[in-house]
Every structure is written in C-alpha cells, then in structure tokens.
C-alpha cells in the first residue's frame, strides 16, 4: 500500500451506513495512523454534515444533486469538494490522494464506485458485496492491471483471507463459509411464508443495513458470499461450501488436504475485518474485548436445508453458470427485497419471484460494465412487472 506520509487517507464509500459509521469509529481510535480523505454517501444528509464536521475530509458526493446543493450552502471551516450523483461517488472513489478505499455502499450501486476504486491500483477494502458478485472477474481483471489489493471486509471473507494467506491453493480441499442463519432457520418452510418485515429484520446476530439483513433472513446473503468468495479467492464451485453456525464466532473454515482444518474465530462486530483492511498486513489493538471462549461455550454447526433456503441455492447454481446468472440473480433479488421492505410483497414471495425471474434470463457470458448494467437494469424491470402481476 502506498503511504503519503506517516498517516493513511482514507476514502469511505457509503460513509453513512452500518460499515461506513463502523469504519470511522475505528479511524477516529487510531487518529495517529488514519486520516479521512473522501467521504460519499446517499441521502444521509444531516449525518454526512455530522461526520465532515468531524473528519474534514477534501471531498464529499451525495446521490442527490438538491442534497449536494443543501451542503453546499451550508458554512464549512475547511476547503472542500461538494459533488453529487454516480459520477460523484466515482470521483471520491478515484481521488488522488487515497491511500485506501472503503467500498460499503449496498447494491449494485456500488459497482461504478467499485470498479474505479479498483483502477486507482491503491487498497480497496471491500464490503459491496454485490459488485463482486456482478462483475468478479471484471474486477480481478482491473486489479491486476493495476495492481490494486483488494482486502475483503466482509467478516467470512477477512477470515479466509486470513485463513488461506500463508496456504497454496493447491493444497486446498474446501473453504466453508459459515451463516448464523438468520432469525428463521429453526423455522418449519410452512411458517416462512408470511413472515413480517420486522421480524426478518430482528437478526439474532449482526446488527447491519436493511437489505443485507433481509437477506440473512432468507440466507440469500450467505450465497451472494458464495458468489465473492468464488471471485476474491480464485475458487472453483467444489471447493466452496457452507455451514450454519448460529453463534457466528467462527466466520470461516478452510479444510487443508491432509485433513487439518483452520478455523478464523472472533467476536460478532465488524470492526474486526475493517480494522484488519485498514491495517494490513499489521494488526492494531482492538477496540472490543477480547473473544471469552469460556463464556461462548458451545459452538454449533448445522448443514443447511436447501429446500428451505432456495435463493442459497440458485447463489450454489451461478457458482458454475455464466456471469449473467449470477448479474440476474443479484438484480432481481435487490428488487425483490426493496418490493419486501415496502411491504408490497410476502417473505416468501422473494424467492418465488426471483427464481422466475432468473430461470428466465438468457444466460450468456459478459464482462464489461455496460453489458452488466444493462443486464441488471433489464431484470430489474422483469421482477417489478412480475411483482406488479402478482398483486
Ligand atoms: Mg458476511
């Protein structure tokens, strides 16, 4: 990672969610090493004000132009880029003077972002799942040729890549992935299906964003994770897998060939990954206590019931489907969840929908990001009419 000086400027994309809030909490604890460069966000207004308050960063992107111009307005103490939209984001993105990207905006929204953050060949650290799971092989394309480092934030993938960084690959039987399973997997499928928004938004584990928790609920998180994994650790579909393990202390497993399996453990809170992203290949004291096994006590694991959980079974199908399945499988299930949220559909729905909507697209390979957002865009559009015929 290159350094300007002593201290290393950040760039948190997504400042105002769960991840960003997290990622300047850590900042302002190790305030000697960490500097905030560029902060973009989404509608959070009130909250970014808060934060270039705090952390005077050189430039800031809302998704709104009005809110951009509200900022504007606003009397600051520091010199300061305002800038707004896609291209905003971008721009905070690819500013000169980062040293390390945080990408924690949620959704597809966060590929553009993403994907310049790579092109900048600094240190991406990564928690926009999605992107990964769109257009992977785009991004290891774009980090190779420019050299970027891509460290994952996302808590079972920073434990893979804890886990396998002295490891040959070839030597690699599996990687497991572990899911606490979210507030239903105890659930008979009957009683799925009329689950309330509040109660698939109650996680027993991880306090996070709205459609990531959605998404645990239905364990479509696990398999977009999947999905990540396949593209961030060059792994083919046999070699992943999953296990539920409802006190989410172990975040992963990797199975060595001769029978040795390495576990990554450590408490529930995101700090840890997005510490060690910010950090590497140095580790800092943390800011949580330490990990009590003794008060943990047991750890249990559980195999998944694919019947019960069909989206983590069509994320099981992409591993091995051309990029646009897995493009298709991202898009319609972001709508589909937004459709939950706003009550407009059932729980169940999501993954009836979704399913339709994928089995439906032609499946072809694609590798560049206008292709990718047109395929997104247009499955999109299939699930809202879909959705729209439903009701
Ligand atoms: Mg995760």
Do not use: C
Request: hydrophobic share 40%; proline share 4%.
């Amino acid at each position: 990672m290159r350094k300007t000086d002593d201290i290393t400027h950040v760039a948190v994309l997504g400042s105002t969610g769960s991840i960003g809030q997290n990622t300047l909490e850590i900042i302002s604890h190790f305030k000697d090493r960490f500097k905030v460069v560029g902060l973009s966000a989404g509608k959070n207004t009130k909250r970014l004000s808060h934060q270039i308050k705090t952390y005077k960063p050189d430039i800031v992107s809302l998704r709104e132009k009005k809110d951009a111009d509200e900022l504007k307005d606003m009397k600051w103490d520091h010199p300061m880029e305002i800038t707004w939209g896609p291209e905003g984001a971008e721009k905070v993105a690819g500013f000169d003077k980062n040293d390390v990207i945080i990408s924690a905006i949620t959704g597809i929204n966060g590929l553009r972002p993403t994907l310049a953050a790579v092109k900048t060949g600094k240190r991406l650290g990564l928690a926009n799942k999605e992107s990964m799971v769109a257009a992977g092989a785009l991004i290891n394309q774009e980090s190779s040729r420019s050299g970027a480092e891509v460290i994952p934030v996302d808590s079972e993938h920073s434990g893979v890549f804890q886990l396998l960084h002295k490891e040959n690959l070839r030597e690699v039987n599996k990687v497991i992935l572990t899911a606490s399973g979210g507030p239903f997997f105890q659930l008979d499928p009957k009683e799925l299906e009329n689950q309330s928004v509040e109660s698939a938004l109650n996680h027993p584990r991880w306090s996070m964003g709205k459609k990531i928790t959605i998404d645990s609920a239905t364990l479509m998180n696990k398999g977009l994770e999947l999905i990540e994994a396949k593209w961030l650790f060059h792994l083919p579909p046999e070699k992943l897998g999953v296990l539920i393990h409802p006190q989410s202390i172990v975040h992963s497993l990797v199975e060595m060939r001769d029978g040795s399996v390495l576990a990554q453990l450590s408490r529930t809170d995101m700090k840890i990954p997005i510490q060690l992203a910010l950090t590497y290949p140095h580790r800092r004291e943390s800011l949580l206590p330490s990990l009590d096994l003794s008060k943990v006590k047991a750890l249990d694991f559980f195999e998944v019931d694919f019947k019960k959980f069909p989206l983590l079974e069509m994320a099981l199908k992409a591993l091995s489907r051309e990029q646009s399945f897995s493009i298709a499988l991202n898009a319609s299930n972001e709508a589909a969840v937004h459709s939950f949220l706003k009550k407009d559909i059932r729980f169940s729905d999501i993954w009836e929908v979704v399913i339709e909507v994928v089995e439906e697209t032609e499946e072809r390979s694609v590798n560049n990001i206008e292709d990718i957002l047109k395929i997104d865009q247009e499955t999109r559009k299939r699930t809202w009419e879909k959705i729209r015929k439903r009701n």
